[in-house]
């Protein structure tokens, strides 16, 4: 696991958010409870303390594409 994260549950289950700081503060939200792979959902500068709703939003949307792919490959 990185040094500095955190689960982000509200995005979706095994959602993970690594911090990176420079002069900016990065955010990446992955998930990697998959077997095949590591899934990237978002990558953004944090710019407030929160993180924005569009930014769960758009990472959610992205894990439930992700699942969507993973099921349809299982059905083939």
Do not use: C
């Not at 993180?51 to 594409?65: M, W, Y």
């Amino acid at each position: 696991m990185p040094s500095d994260w955190k689960p982000m549950p509200t995005v979706g289950s095994g959602v993970v958010e690594i911090r990176l700081y420079g002069r900016l503060e990065h955010r990446v939200l992955y998930v990697a409870k998959f077997q095949e792979a590591i899934y990237v959902l978002h990558a953004f500068d944090k710019k407030s303390r929160s993180t924005r709703k569009a930014d769960v939003d758009l990472a959610g949307s992205r894990l439930k594409e992700v699942e969507a792919s993973r099921r349809s490959r299982k059905e083939d």
